[in-house]
T-cell receptor
Framework: GAVVSQHPSRVICKSGTSVKIECRSL??????MFWYRQFPKQSLMLMAT?????????EQGVEKDKFLINHASLTLSTLTVTSAHPEDSSFYIC?????????????FGSGTQLSVL | QKEVEQNSGPLSVPEGAIASLNCTYS??????FFWYRQYSGKSPELIMF????GDKEDGRFTAQLNKASQYVSLLIRDSQPSDSATYLC?????????FGAGTRLTVKP
């Protein structure tokens, strides 16, 4: 299957700092990428849809000023958690949609475990 | 009604048995259907996809799709302890991918 690379895999930071997470599609161009968060033993929660060259679309209840998304190229989307607080500690996962027309599939990055102290 | 529904489980089967995971969806316009496996602390991994009615087999996995009844299932034959994970059903409606909450499967040795 297609490869989506996500870095870093784990980050520990102090409260008030900002953290940037990168998501790259390595073997296909992804005009659309997605960002999720997942708390332990809970289901995936879609945070936002990242569109190359345009503003991200955020799900209801997700603060766009806190979770900054930049999709500057067809292979890279970044999520920046600004002024992180302990309640932002979570597993963040990106995904990219492969351009297969009606047969498009979604591939996930390996996830980033964020711990805010 | 949720867009994609799965029994949260846990579903427990003995090693070597067939595990049957079910998923129903609400929108008849849904076009493609996926099963992802997620191990604890890891991200989801695509294991099966199916686009048309009927069965699709890949090794020990069989996906079954019935669009008239709006359900899709995943059968795992000869279940192994390494199959213990949460299985997510996903449905693509016009590029909008929606996930079920997942079914937790435990295969006991």
């Amino acid at each position: 299957g297609a490869v989506v690379s996500q870095h870093p895999s784990r980050v520990i930071c102090k409260s008030g700092t900002s953290v940037k997470i990168e998501c790259r599609s390595l073997d296909f161009q992804a005009t659309t990428m997605f960002w999720y968060r997942q708390f332990p033993k809970q289901s995936l929660m879609l945070m936002a849809t990242s569109n190359e060259g345009s503003k991200a679309t955020y799900e209801q209840g997700v603060e766009k000023d806190k979770f900054l998304i930049n999709h500057a190229s067809l292979t890279l989307s970044t999520l920046t958690v600004t002024s992180a607080h302990p309640e932002d500690s979570s597993f963040y996962i990106c995904s990219a949609r492969s351009p297969d027309g009606p047969n498009e599939k979604l591939f996930f990055g390996s996830g980033t475990q964020l711990s805010v102290l | 009604q949720k867009e994609v529904e799965q029994n949260s489980g846990p579903l427990s089967v003995p090693e070597g048995a067939i595990a049957s995971l079910n998923c129903t969806y609400s929108d008849r316009g849904s076009q493609s259907f996926f099963w992802y496996r997620q191990y604890s602390g890891k991200s989801p991994e695509l294991i099966m996809f199916i686009y048309s009615n009927g069965d699709k087999e890949d090794g020990r996995f069989t996906a079954q799709l019935n669009k008239a009844s709006q359900y899709v299932s995943l059968l795992i034959r000869d279940s192994q302890p390494s199959d213990s994970a949460t299985y997510l059903c996903a449905v693509n409606l016009g590029g909008d991918m929606r996930f079920g909450a997942g079914t937790r499967l435990t295969v006991k040795p």
